[in-house]
């Protein structure tokens, strides 16, 4: 092939060259710094995993907010992830039986948005101006209604708990 351009270098030049090059790599490795970057990756991570239910709810809370075709769907999955949160997990109960016992802790009216939910999932027939108007009021009442019987601290402390939201998303069907 042939060369148009030809690069004649000096020893000298290629004496620099050579010593520039071994300096860069015989540069000695911090390994203090590198200790400090990998434990603030780390610590950077574990303060990530638990955060992750909190970022978790504040999706679910937003998406549970907005006023759009799935507001029962996104109400009562936010309700449902709120609850485990909490400690209340649904395991085996049926939606009904659960609604009615975190009525009976709470004193909310989770039990008539369940059916309300439950025929609009699984029925074909239209809701009523007064199954609408729950649908569309439910959730900040019901989020109220159980911050109010929950402590502080206990909130915090179950939020905390990675174990909760992993319980959440990989419940057992029930038979």
Do not use: C
Not at 66 to 71: F, G, I, W
Not at 77 to 102: F, H, I, T, V, W
């Amino acid at each position: 092939m042939p060369i148009d351009e030809i690069k004649v270098m000096s020893k000298e030049q290629l004496k620099k060259l050579k010593k520039k090059n071994n300096e860069q790599l015989s540069e000695p490795i911090d390994w203090i710094k590198v200790g400090w970057i990998v434990l603030l990756i780390v610590t950077a991570l574990v303060i990530l995993l638990f955060m992750l239910p909190w970022i978790i709810w504040q999706y679910l809370n937003a998406k549970a907010k907005q006023m759009n075709a799935s507001k029962a769907y996104n109400s009562y999955r936010a309700s449902l992830y709120y609850l485990n949160q909490l400690g209340y997990s649904r395991d085996s109960k049926g939606p009904q039986e659960y609604a009615y016992l975190m009525d009976l802790k709470f004193g909310t009216n989770f039990n008539a948005f369940s059916n309300v939910y439950q025929k609009i999932k699984y029925g074909s027939v239209p809701l009523s101006e007064a199954e609408q108007k729950m649908v569309n009021n439910f959730y900040k009442p019901f989020i109220k209604q159980v911050r109010s019987k929950t402590k502080l601290k206990t909130r915090f402390s179950k939020f905390l708990n990675i174990y909760n939201t992993i319980h959440y998303f990989t419940q057992p069907k029930t038979n």
